[in-house]
Nanobody
Framework: QVQLVESGGGLVQPGGSLRLSCAASGSVSDIYAMAWYRQAPGKQRELVASMTTGGTINYADSLKGRFTISRDNAKNTMYLQMNSLKPEDTAVYYC?????????WGEGTLVTVSS
């Protein structure tokens, strides 16, 4: 199994940037894909971006160009760089990891975009 801890959320003004981190521990060598999801108040959880260990990256169409997913294998950490943030980006952001036919989730980090 794997443990995931998100960090980096907070309050940011519209147009600002944040970088979220997802630190993984445990059986990290078994992970074959990781992803960022978000859930806004009153809405369903939605995919933000995903990446496989082979380097294949996918983004939600509406977020292409503003958000960038990356990873640092040496630190077992995945990142989400978010630029030009909008109030509608306000949500709890979660990371997940797929390994051994299971999906593991972190507890989430809150991002609030407001002036």
């Amino acid at each position: 199994q794997v443990q995931l801890v998100e960090s980096g959320g907070g309050l940011v003004q519209p147009g600002g940037s944040l970088r979220l981190s997802c630190a993984a521990s445990g059986s990290v060598s078994d992970i074959y894909a990781m992803a960022w999801y978000r859930q806004a108040p009153g809405k369903q959880r939605e995919l933000v971006a995903s990446m496989t260990t082979g380097g294949t990256i996918n983004y939600a169409d509406s977020l292409k160009g503003r958000f960038t997913i990356s990873r640092d294998n040496a630190k077992n950490t995945m990142y989400l760089q978010m630029n030009s943030l909008k109030p509608e980006d306000t949500a709890v952001y979660y990371c997940n990891a797929a390994l051994n036919f299971k999906i593991y989730w972190g507890e989430g980090t809150l991002v609030t975009v407001s002036s």
